[in-house]
Structures are given as C-alpha cells and as structure tokens.
C-alpha cells in the first residue's frame, strides 16, 4: 500500500501536519510505503519562490494586506471563472507533479494544503487521476478554496469546522471532525518539575513558553524586554524558529532582563518544552493551538494574522483557554494575572484539555484505512 501525504511550505504548519500523519500511518500499517511531499518542489522555481517567500513577506510585513486577499478569496474562491483560471494555472505549474504520480502510483492521497487538493480534484475531474484523495484542514475554520470536488472525506478540527462544509454542501459522511493532526508524541505526559530539570531550567519556577512557529514570526524580542524590571517569579523559554535574526533580537533582550530567559532556535522537542511551561504565550497557528490544547496549556495569543489566525485565536477565547495580548507591553501584567490566580489559571487548563486532540493523526489514519479496506472489500 502507499501513501501519499502532500504539503505545501506556506508557512511551517502544513508540513509538520503532514509529518505528523506520516508518523501516524507508520504506527498503523507499518508495511505501508509512505512519502511526504512538498507539491512546491514540483513548479517552476520563480512559481515556488513567489508562492512561499510572498506568502511569510506578507504576513511579516503587510498582514492586513493578507487578511484582506484572505476574506476577499473566502468571498469569491467558489465563483466558477475563478475555479476554471486557478485549474489552468495549476496544470501549468504541476506538470512534474503529474510525472511523479504516474511514477508513484499511491493508494491514496492525504492533503495538508488547499493547493494539492484543488490540484487532485482537478486532475480527477478529467479523469486523469483515480485514486482517493483527502482533506486535512491545518485551522479552527475551513476556508473556501479547500472545498472542491471529489474529495473522499474531510478531516476538520472541530465540530463547528465540520458543520461549516456540510452548510456547503459536503456529505455528512465525508466529513469527520478529528482535529487537527499532530505528532503523536504530544498524546504523552510528563511531570513539568521533572522537565525542568532535564532542560537545565529552575524546576520551581513558573515557566512562560514563548514560542513563535517554524519560521520565526511575531514579536518574541519585544516581549522579552517588557519583562524588563517586572518583579515576577518565572522564567521564560524564547523559541524563534529559523529566524536567526529574530534569535539574535531575542538574545540581545534577554540579557536586558532579571529573569531567567532561554533563547532557542528551531527545535524538535517542542513537546518537551509544553510539558515543561505553565503558559503558552504564541501566534494562534493551526498546529501551535493544537499542540498546546493537548498538552492541556493555556495560551496567551499574540499577533493573530488577520485571517485564518484570527479565526483559530476567536476559537481559543470562546472556549476559554486563552487570553488576548493586544500590546506586548502588557505582557508581564497578564502572565501575572494567571500566575496570582492560581484557580483561574487551572480551569484555563482544564479547558484547554477538553479542547485538545492528542490522537488526532492517529484517528485520521484509522479512517482513512478503514475507508480503503472497505473500498477493497467492496
């Protein structure tokens, strides 16, 4: 058997999702052939370069801009001209996508980007592409370029995002709310004090994770440096991605400040590091959110960029388990408020615990494959 797990780097979220499945179906059929792929390596360099690097220039620098093409595309993105020129643009840049499939030949497809579904329902539609292909929506909400046809189920974070897509037209039976796929080691507990410690940090100080995705976007330094002369009992962990400038920034802050502060770079012991804070202080991405809200940690929300971000942190304050930090002056005044309210600050985690879904990848490989066997069955 052998799936296909497609991704586009947009931002780190895609593709840790998708990484997080292939894990997933590893565990679940070990004798499956599983690849991850990233559909931009099958375009033209320029089509690559103008797709990723504008998507981070953006929300860097002009996130209203994106917000705007966010809402103005979940507006119009169904409209039948658009659907018929983004199919033609597609074809013209994914021609080495359609090599690699032939060659590949999967069982199935899963899609962690709206880009790699439109291009499979396209190709399917005439009847060039047979295999089943799935929907793995990385956000608390569906945005219209992930609905198109053909599409063997989808796999949403919640029921709100599934009740979305069936007010769409989807059959409730190709729709299963899941929850965003995360690495399955997240499902896993450990006792803070004791992570501390293997860390190198005070293992009785209340811990702040600072974190700001993959690729280094927010504001980490400047809230480093409003801890400056802030009379607090904690420590804080600054996790600046692959932003060397940005871990720079944040190195420099930190020497500024009293507290304890720990700058790292691009890291793969995330989990280690939720299971060592108290709090989470981050940017709402998809798989951040997810991965804090099974680890059972609150989330104090920072720079939402206008769009799907800020669907994800309107998620997060309606169900409880997040504050809102407007200005990161303000930062040592709400991380204050929860640690001094230690009953608030509990009930924050238990709603953040009765959000998460630990064994999300798990439960969409499970269906997945019983889709298949029931497919090869019938």
Same mark, same amino acid.
């Given at each position: 058997?052998?799936?296909?797990?497609?991704?586009?780097?947009?931002?780190?979220?895609?593709?840790?999702?998708?990484?997080?499945?292939?894990?997933?179906?590893?565990?679940?059929?070990?004798?499956?052939?599983?690849?991850?792929?990233?559909?931009?390596?099958?375009?033209?360099?320029?089509?690559?370069?103008?797709?990723?690097?504008?998507?981070?220039?953006?929300?860097?620098?002009?996130?209203?801009?994106?917000?705007?093409?966010?809402?103005?595309?979940?507006?119009?993105?169904?409209?039948?001209?658009?659907?018929?020129?983004?199919?033609?643009? @597609?074809?013209?840049?994914?021609?080495?996508?359609?090599?690699?499939?032939?060659?590949?030949?999967?069982?199935?497809?899963?899609?962690?980007?709206?880009?790699?579904?439109?291009?499979?329902?396209?190709?399917?539609?005439?009847?060039?592409?047979?295999?089943?292909?799935?929907?793995?929506?990385?956000?608390?909400?569906?945005?219209?370029?992930?609905?198109?046809?053909?599409?063997?189920?989808?796999?949403?974070?919640?029921?709100?995002?599934?009740?979305?897509? !069936?007010?769409?037209?989807?059959?409730?039976?190709?729709?299963?709310?899941?929850?965003?796929?995360?690495?399955?080691?997240?499902?896993?507990?450990?006792?803070?004090?004791?992570?501390?410690?293997?860390?190198?940090?005070?293992?009785?100080?209340?811990?702040?994770?600072?974190?700001?995705?993959?690729?280094?976007?927010?504001?980490?330094?400047?809230?480093?440096?409003?801890?400056?002369?802030?009379?607090?009992?904690?420590?804080?962990?600054?996790?600046?991605?692959?932003?060397?400038?940005?871990?720079?920034?944040? !190195?420099?802050?930190?020497?500024?400040?009293?507290?304890?502060?720990?700058?790292?770079?691009?890291?793969? @012991?995330?989990?280690?590091?939720?299971?060592?804070?108290?709090?989470?202080?981050?940017?709402?991405?998809?798989?951040?959110?997810?991965?804090?809200?099974?680890?059972?940690?609150?989330?104090?929300?920072?720079?939402?960029?206008?769009?799907?971000?800020?669907?994800?942190?309107?998620?997060?304050?309606?169900?409880?388990?997040?504050?809102?930090?407007?200005?990161?002056?303000?930062?040592?005044?709400?991380?204050?408020?929860?640690?001094? @309210?230690?009953?608030?600050?509990?009930?924050?985690?238990?709603?953040?615990?009765?959000?998460?879904?630990?064994?999300?990848?798990?439960?969409?490989?499970?269906?997945?494959?019983?889709?298949?066997?029931?497919?090869?069955?019938?």
């Amino acid at each position: 058997m052998r799936v296909l797990i497609l991704h586009a780097s947009a931002g780190a979220g895609h593709r840790r999702a998708a990484e997080a499945l292939a894990k997933a179906f590893g565990m679940r059929a070990a004798r499956a052939e599983i690849t991850v792929a990233d559909i931009l390596d099958y375009t033209p360099p320029v089509f690559r370069q103008t797709y990723a690097d504008g998507y981070l220039r953006l929300v860097r620098k002009a996130p209203e801009l994106w917000g705007y093409l966010f809402s103005h595309s979940d507006r119009n993105a169904s409209k039948p001209w658009q659907r018929k020129v983004r199919s033609a643009f @597609n074809r013209v840049n994914v021609t080495a996508l359609t090599r690699f499939l032939a060659q590949f030949q999967p069982d199935m497809v899963l899609c962690t980007h709206f880009m790699a579904l439109e291009v499979l329902s396209t190709r399917a539609r005439r009847r060039k592409f047979s295999c089943p292909y799935y929907g793995v929506v990385t956000d608390f909400a569906v945005h219209t370029l992930w609905i198109v046809e053909g599409v063997a189920c989808y796999y949403v974070a919640n029921e709100d995002a599934r009740r979305q897509l !069936l007010r769409r037209g989807q059959p409730a039976d190709r729709v299963v709310a899941s929850g965003i796929p995360i690495d399955p080691v997240f499902a896993e507990t450990a006792d803070p004090a004791a992570v501390r410690t293997q860390l190198g940090l005070d293992p009785s100080r209340p811990t702040i994770l600072l974190s700001s995705g993959g690729y280094g976007v927010g504001s980490i330094p400047e809230i480093i440096r409003a801890f400056a002369g802030a009379d607090l009992n904690c420590q804080l962990i600054a996790v600046t991605g692959n932003n060397a400038r940005m871990r720079e920034d944040a !190195l420099k802050a930190a020497r500024g400040v009293s507290i304890p502060v720990a700058v790292l770079g691009l890291v793969n @012991n995330m989990h280690e590091l939720m299971d060592a804070a108290d709090l989470i202080v981050s940017k709402p991405g998809g798989l951040t959110t997810s991965e804090a809200l099974a680890k059972g940690k609150p989330v104090i929300v920072t720079d939402p960029i206008p769009g799907q971000e800020q669907r994800n942190c309107e998620h997060l304050l309606e169900s409880g388990a997040a504050l809102r930090l407007f200005e990161t002056g303000d930062a040592p005044h709400r991380v204050r408020m929860l640690l001094d @309210n230690p009953e608030r600050l509990e009930q924050m985690k238990e709603n953040a615990r009765q959000l998460g879904r630990p064994n999300a990848a798990l439960e969409i490989a499970d269906d997945v494959l019983a889709r298949h066997q029931d497919g090869v069955a019938s």
